[in-house]
C-alpha cells in the first residue's frame, strides 16, 4: 500500500476526470463551451494537473526523484493556472451569492483553499510526507465538478426503473459518499502504513467539513 496508494489514487482522480468531460472530449465536441476560451483554457490547464499528478505519483514510485523534481517546477506553474482560470471563470459566471446552490458556494472556498494547499506543498517539498499529502488534499478540494459530471454518464444509466426525482434525490448522497471516501482513504493510508493518522490528512478533512458546514449554515 505505501508503494502504490498514491499511484492508484491519481490514476483514479484522472479516469474521473476523463470520464465526466468525456462529452467535452469525445460524444458531444460541437458543445458552445468547447468554443469559449475561458472554458477551453481551465479545462486544458485542470487535465494538464491530473495528468501531471499521475505521473509526478509514479516518478516517486520509481524512485525518479531528479525528473519528479524537475516536473515539479512544471506544476506549480499548472497550479497557478488553474488558479488564474478558475477564478476567469468564476467571475464570468457570477450572478451573486445568495442565487449559488451551496455546492456552487463550496467551490468558491474550495479554489482558494486548493491553492494555499499547493503552495504549502512547494514550501513543504522536503518533507515528502507533507508535501504529498498537502497536493493529494488540495487536489481532493477540486473534485466536486468532476464526480457531479460522472453521475449521467457512471451511475444514471444503472438505474433502470429508477424515477426522475429518485435520480436526483440520490445524486448528493452518491457524490459525497465518493467525495469524502478519498478523504477517507488516505486516513487508512496513514494507519496502515505509520499506525496514526497523518495532521494534514486530518486537517484537510476538517477543513473541507467546515467548509461545508458554513455554506449549508449561511
Known amino acids: ?113 486548493f491553492s494555499i494547499f499547493i503552495a504549502l506543498a512547494y514550501l513543504q517539498r522536503r518533507r515528502p510526507d507533507r508535501h504529498r499529502r498537502l497536493i493529494l488534499t488540495g487536489t481532493f478540494f477540486m473534485m466536486e465538478p468532476v464526480l457531479a459530471r460522472c453521475y449521467d454518464p457512471v451511475v444514471v444509466p444503472m438505474m433502470v426503473g429508477w424515477s426522475e426525482p429518485q435520480i436526483e434525490a440520490a ?4 457524490l459525497f459518499t465518493l467525495w469524502i471516501g478519498l478523504f477517507l482513504s488516505l486516513l487508512l493510508y496513514d494507519w496502515t502504513t505509520m499506525k496514526r493518522l497523518h495532521p494534514v490528512s486530518i486537517v484537510a478533512l476538517l477543513w473541507f467539513g467546515l467548509i461545508w458546514f458554513t455554506v449549508t449554515s449561511v
Open 1 to 113: 500500500m505505501q508503494r502504490y496508494y498514491f499511484p492508484v489514487v491519481t490514476l483514479l482522480l484522472l479516469l474521473f476526470t476523463l470520464v465526466g468531460f468525456s462529452d467535452n472530449l469525445f460524444t458531444n465536441t460541437g458543445q458552445p463551451s468547447n468554443s469559449d476560451p475561458k472554458f477551453i483554457i481551465h479545462g486544458l490547464l485542470c487535465g494538464a494537473w491530473m495528468l501531471l499528478l499521475f505521473v509526478q505519483a509514479n516518478l516517486v514510485r520509481v524512485r525518479n526523484i531528479g525528473l519528479h523534481q524537475k516536473l515539479g517546477m512544471a506544476g506549480i506553474v499548472i497550479a497557478l493556472g488553474v488558479t488564474l482560470s478558475t477564478i476567469w471563470v468564476f467571475i464570468m459566471v457570477w450572478k451573486g451569492w445568495a442565487a449559488m446552490s451551496p455546492e456552487v458556494k463550496a467551490n468558491r472556498i474550495l479554489l482558494p483553499s
Open 171 to 174: 445524486f448528493l448522497p452518491w
